[in-house]
């Protein structure tokens, strides 16, 4: 691994472009190569055998193109596929799991919600971690699916009314429990603030891509992979791919992160 | 062609099985094969591109298999890549767009409504059909994209105040017209059927599977295409064939067709 090499980050859709946003933030030095699957997206429904293929296929498209570091944006692809892509990359491998449960370990007193796609909730690999990491923390630990919130952050309705039903609906048993935290186990989850906020006062929000972010700059610094501008000429690059360009794409492209539109590009895996 | 060849009938998913439930209802002693893209579903939000290589795809695999003729079942199929289908298909193509229209202008005296996925509704399909179909009928057309109405019926809200909340949002501008027919244009509406109606009371709605089901009798019919299953020995065979194979499909093609788990396979396009 040398510093030049870009850092890659890859997603099921756009939602991971969240978590590329606080690298380029946290990093602002480094080249960013972003992949999303906009043309399989969501993978939240799908089987774990069609999710460790694609994710996958998505890996060795990243590592085609020398990443220096591998971030896994997705919150279904690193609870069902994390296994499958250590497996075949020789480079270093970062999920959303890990930091957003470390953080949550550390800021909970009373107990974690977790609330994600079904496939994410159903794999349990939050609880795993949970588990893992707790070191005897007698903590309460409760998970809710909420397949609705993807479609109706895309379809823009992140304060609608509807937003509002269906979250007290889905929240309804998290509410009753006593969590002072929770995981936003997804990332289009964060444009939901707003509503959770309003629906949870008191309760910490931890945004899973963040804490990805805030990891994957720690870890470059470490392992002393960071990229100072200076040594080089040409200024920073964030390239996007996605497997189908759509309006809603390049609108995200340019919202989340002034990109032009010569910066997204189609490909084929 | 000849008569003991089955019907094939593809989808994005697995919507198009409530088309299939008519047609295996009309037609009791055919051949039926049915292909639900899973894997890559849905078709809705995807650019016009994709759509149409996917399309092409799905076509390949039924006529591989030798169906006698092909219902395509999804209506953002129908909207976007009939053109497509038509040229490479050597037997009978059916969409659901023409005859959810030649229905609507029999039965509309004021105007129709419809509503759909992002892609059909921005296709104009159904209104460049009406538009050839009309004959002069002077009579008013609106149309509404409702992007959220497929994943509330696969969360099963189906009757849910959140399908209330959402529809009456998305019905709103069809409410203050004046029209007397709602094409349901997705094969997931039905589903709805029972919102819909009492946020519409006094409007027919049309299920455009149901009408293509209704069609594709009609046409092979008159193309004595229809097979008596006296002719041979077997029993009537439904086969569904699925990219990706998820609890949900199994459940639904029992729930729709009672078919057995046997008769459910998973395949690679």
């Known amino acids: 691994m040398i510093k030049k090499q870009p ?40 089987s774990p055998e ?27 692809i690193s609870s ?40 994410t909730i159903q794999s349990r690999a939050y609880e795993n971690e949970i588990d893992q990491m707790r070191d005897g923390k007698n903590i309460l630990v409760m998970s809710e699916a909420c397949p609705l919130f993807v479609p109706l952050v895309e379809e823009g309705w992140h304060d609608h009314l509807a937003a509002y039903t269906v979250a007290r609906e889905y929240l309804s048993p998290l509410k009753s429990a006593n969590i002072d935290v929770l995981i936003l186990g997804c990332t289009h989850y964060p444009l ?19 804490e990805a972010a805030t990891l994957t700059a720690k870890l470059i610094q470490i392992d002393q992979l ?7 000429l040409a200024p920073r690059s964030i390239e996007c791919y996605v497997t189908d360009m759509t309006p809603t794409v390049l609108r995200i492209a340019q919202q989340f992160l002034g990109l032009p539109a010569d910066s997204v590009h189609e490909i084929t895996i």
Chains 1, 2 share one sequence.
């Open 192 to 210: 939901l603030k707003k509503v959770l906020g309003e629906i949870m006062p008191g309760v910490k929000l931890i945004d899973s891509g963040e």
């Open 50 to 76: 069609t999710i460790k293929l694609y994710a996958r296929q998505l890996t060795e498209f990243l590592l085609e193109r020398s990443v220096k570091v591998i971030v896994v944006a997705c919150n279904t």
């Open 7 to 46: 850092i890659g980050v890859f997603d099921s859709g756009v939602g991971g472009l969240t978590a590329l946003t606080h690298l380029a933030a946290l990093l602002p030095d480094e080249d960013l190569l972003y992949l999303g699957d906009t043309a399989r997206v969501p993978y939240g429904n799908r």
């Open 226 to 232: 960071v990229l100072r501008r200076t040594e080089l």
């Open 80 to 119: 069902i596929a994390m296994v499958e892509i250590e497996k075949i990359s020789p480079v270093p491998v970062i999920g959303v799991i890990k930091p957003a449960v470390a953080t949550a370990l550390q800021v909970s007193s009373q107990g974690i919600g977790i609330i994600g796609t079904r496939a």
